[in-house]
Nanobody, 126 residues
Framework: QVQLVESGGGLVQPGGSLRLSCAAS????????MGWFRQAPGKEREFVTA????????YYADSVRGRFTISRDNAKNTVYLQMNTLKPEDTAVYYC???????????????????WGQGTQVTVSS
């Protein structure tokens, strides 16, 4: 059974930083693209970033490019999201996700991912 467990969320002031982690189990982690999505109240789930199975390629939404960095440690079965220069509009529940397909592309649609974590709340407010 695949499990994705996010951690690291919290309350941070505008301009601050947070680092999210997503620990994976039940799948051969090193073979899968991993993605981060977020969902704010009353809004649809939106793509944040994705990283290829070997960490060699990344893809970011325009809204976070230059501020957020995705990385992974295949030895630890963990993907990370370093978030800097946070803005109030970054407030959302953040989810990590994995597709069904091994060695897949850097997909940016929620429907292309089949395994999801429970999410971690990030609140950016003064």
């Amino acid at each position: 059974q695949v499990q994705l467990v996010e951690s690291g969320g919290g309350l941070v002031q505008p301009g601050g930083s947070l680092r999210l982690s997503c620990a994976a189990s039940g799948l051969t982690f090193r073979m899968y693209t991993m993605g981060w999505f977020r969902q704010a109240p009353g809004k649809e789930r939106e793509f944040v970033t994705a990283i290829s199975w070997n960490g060699g390629s990344t893809y970011y939404a325009d809204s976070v490019r230059g501020r957020f960095t995705i990385s992974r440690d295949n030895a630890k079965n963990t993907v990370y999201l370093q978030m800097n220069t946070l803005k109030p509009e970054d407030t959302a529940v953040y989810y990590c996700a994995a597709p069904d397909v091994q060695f897949g592309s850097l997909w940016n649609q929620p429907g292309q991912y089949r395994r999801w974590g429970q999410g971690t709340q990030v609140t950016v407010s003064s």
